[in-house]
C-alpha cells in the first residue's frame, strides 16, 4: 500500500484551471491524498459509502484529509477515495469497512508525522530561489505492506512531483533543485507572490 501525501502549498500549482483551487485556513501541515493499495485483482465496485459512515471521525479527517478544490464538499473527496481504493483494501479484515478504511488512514498519517520529520532535519518550506523551470515536492508516498508496516516495493515505483511546468510525474532528478514552497491561503496557485 501507499500511504499518499499532498502538501497543500503546492498542490494548485499543478491545476490548470487556477481559480477552483482553495486551501482551508486551518490547513498547515501535509494532508492524506488517500491509502492506496496496491491492486492484485479485480476490486468492489458497488460498496456504498454514507456521510454518516464518518461521523464519527469527521473532524479529524476534515484536518487530515481536506478536498482542495473549491465546492467539493470534503466528503466527496472521501467518497472518490473509498470507491477507487478503500474498496480494495477492505479485502483486509482491518480495513473491512468505510470507517475502518479511514481510521487506518488517520493513524497512520499521525503515526508518519512527516512535518516534524522533515522540521527537525532542517528542511523548510521557502521562496527564496527563482521558480521558473523548476519544480516543486507536491506528494510523497510512504510503502506499507499490508499489515501497516513500513515495506519497500518489490519493483521500482514511480513517484510523484511536479514541474511548474506539464510534467506526468516520476522520482526527483538528481540535479534539479525542488521547492518545498509555503502555503499560500490568498494565492494558493502562486504560492510565492
Known sequence: MHLTLQWPGSFCIGINNKTICKIPQTVRKWTIHGLWPVRTGHCCDCWPIYH???QEIEPELTQ???SLIKGKHFFYFWRDEWIKHGTCAGCE????????????AVKLRKHFDIDNILESSGIKTSCDVSYKGREAWIQLKVNLFRNQTLGCPKQEQKFDRFSWFNSTGHPCPKNTTIFY?????????EPCN
Open 181 to 189: 514552497v509555503p502555503i499560500n491561503y490568498e494565492n494558493p496557485h
Open 64 to 66: 487530515l484529509w481536506p
Open 93 to 104: 479484515e482491518s480495513m473491512g469497512s468505510p470507517l475502518l478504511y479511514f481510521q487506518v
Open 52 to 54: 454518516s459512515h464518518l
